[in-house]
């Protein structure tokens, strides 16, 4: 069973920024796309990027893309999300998510992956 842990959030002011680390457990994974989504409170979880199992393919949320840069390292079975030029509104619980084993296809929806984090919290002040 793949178990996915996320690390790196905290509190940050406006322009600062931040990375965010998924550590795969549970053998081997590096044979699926991986994504990041949000969940600000009273909302849903929405896409923030995904990337392929090779790396060579990702995509970004209009409302991130030029901020936020995602990556993986094989060698680590960990992904990672470099978040800069924060705002407040980039305030939520940020989650990590992996599809199946040998989905290699980047997916913006959340139904289309099975394996999720317990989440880290990302708070951005003005």
């Known amino acids: 069973q793949v178990q996915l842990v996320e690390s790196g959030g905290g509190s940050v002011q406006a322009g600062g920024s931040l990375r965010l680390s998924c550590a795969a457990s549970g053998g081997t994974y590096n044979d699926a796309a991986m994504g990041w989504f949000r969940q600000a409170p009273g909302t849903d979880r929405v896409f923030v990027a995904t990337i392929s199992w090779r790396g060579t393919t990702t995509d970004y949320a209009a409302s991130v893309k030029g901020r936020f840069t995602i990556s993986r390292d094989h060698t680590k079975n960990t992904v990672y999300l470099q978040m800069n030029n924060l705002k407040p509104e980039d305030t939520a619980v940020y989650y990590c998510?992996?599809?199946?084993?040998?989905?290699?296809?980047?997916?913006?929806?959340?139904?289309?992956?099975?394996?999720w984090g317990q989440g880290t919290q990302v708070t951005v002040s003005s």
């Open positions: 998510a992996g599809r199946e084993k040998g989905l290699r296809v980047v997916a913006t929806a959340p139904a289309r992956y099975d394996y």
